[in-house]
């Protein structure tokens, strides 16, 4: 291997970490009787920064998971911990609320006050995660965190069980909003929670009703290249915010009740009342174009249309990058070099400020366009890239019964 040449990141087996991560849990809280449970990260295709807006995404999920082992306690007390993280969270129930606890560990028991916030009686719970979607990637590993351990309550607890996966999705959103800080919409959990193996998930979030489309391209040998750029991406530094305020402050003053209202032929007119405020002219052009290459991009997966895809997910990122200002200098080289390369589309996912980009390409092509990346990146002075392929997969669900 090269210096130029990239990191593969293949998913594990879940059949081989199921059983390593109950033998740590064992050693960790001395019994090994606890359950596995796993949730996937996503990669969304196209329609990014549009589920705050109540727009249309198009996400699949990912072979790569968060693994969860838990047990239910018979006091209050909460005890999680992490093969990825040295800190371990200790506490009851009654000390999880908003901005509590801190770090990572407000992710996973954030879904237990969110339960307990819409009057669900919950167990004390012993928790040990094991992420395998990569951090910091734009690939959601927060909420494949979240999702893994709304899963196992769901299997623990009769009264969570109950719950529609509308419902669980929706309690991991207002942990990620209220425990964990981060202003995110529920494209997220909803892919995680929601998603089916080999297909995309037409995902409307106005009122999260799902269509699955088939990967018929993958039958003619097209796939989703993945590279995480490895630049810095966090969602809480107060630049997903702003843009989610940016949104609203032009739905009111635009007199809608979301950015989702205005038609993309109301679209001149709504940007002519904006006019005083460029930012929110540019970030409404986004967002109400954007959810308009969702429909045309969905329609083109349903036809197999792969050249009407792709330029549409190069479309997505230029409205990105100049509109929305959410791309970076090294989620911009991966979609030139792969555009050079002869992929059919690229495009940055995620929230942006770093993380990855996509590419659709050929399955004979990854292999060098991903080498042509990661050339690219160390002509830059830049980490090396991980890169991984993305096959939809299968949503969150038990792994291992207690």
């Known amino acids: 291997m090269t210096a130029e040449s990239p990191l593969w990141l293949p998913a594990p087996d879940p059949a081989q970490v199921a059983p390593a991560l109950g033998e740590a849990f064992a050693q960790r809280f001395g019994d090994g009787s606890a359950g596995v449970w796993a949730a996937p990260g996503r990669v969304n295709l196209i329609g990014e920064h549009t589920d705050y807006n109540q727009g249309l995404c198009l996400p699949m999920a990912l072979p790569h998971r968060t693994y969860a082992a838990a047990r239910p306690r018979a006091d209050r007390r909460v005890r999680v911990a992490s093969l990825q993280q040295e800190e371990v969270w200790e506490g009851t129930l009654d000390e999880v609320g908003p901005g509590r606890p801190e770090g990572w560990a407000a992710y996973a028991v954030g879904v237990l006050w969110a339960l307990r916030e819409r009057g669900l009686d919950l167990p004390g719970l012993d928790l040990l995660v094991d992420g395998h979607v990569p951090l910091g990637s734009g690939l959601s590993s927060s909420a494949a965190l979240e999702c893994s351990v709304a899963v196992a309550l769901a299997d623990l607890v009769p009264a969570v069980g109950a719950l529609e996966r509308t419902e669980l999705a929706d309690a991991c959103v207002t942990a990620e909003n209220v425990v964990a800080g981060a202003s995110t919409g529920g494209l997220d959990q909803s892919t995680s929670l929601r998603a089916r193996s080999g297909h995309a998930m037409l995902l409307d979030c106005r009122d999260f009703t799902v269509e699955h489309v088939p990967w018929s391209i993958g039958t003619s040998g097209w796939s989703v290249l993945v590279v995480d750029t ?22 009111a003053e635009l007199g809608v009740g979301s950015l989702r209202d205005v038609a993309v032929a109301d679209l001149a007119g709504a940007l002519e009342r904006l006019a ?78 770093g993380g990855s980009a996509i590419a659709l390409v050929r399955h004979d092509e990854a292999a060098g366009i991903a080498d042509s990346v990661a050339g690219a990146f160390a002509s830059h002075g830049w980490r090396r890239p991980h890169v991984l392929e993305a096959v939809p997969a299968e949503a969150a669900g038990r792994v291992r019964l207690p």
């Open 230 to 251: 490895r630049a810095p991406h966090a969602l809480v530094d107060g630049q997903y915010a702003s843009r989610r305020r940016s949104c609203e402050q032009a739905a």
């Open 276 to 353: 005083h405020d460029d930012v929110l002219v540019r970030r409404v052009r986004h967002v109400v174009t954007e959810t308009e290459r969702v429909r045309q991009a969905a329609d083109a997966l349903r036809g197999g249309d792969v050249a009407r895809l792709g330029s549409l997910m190069a479309a997505s990122h230029a409205s990105l990058r100049d509109d929305y200002e959410v791309s970076c200098p090294e989620l911009d080289v991966v979609v030139d070099t792969a555009l050079e390369c002869g992929a059919a589309g690229a495009r940055m996912t995620g929230g942006g400020f």
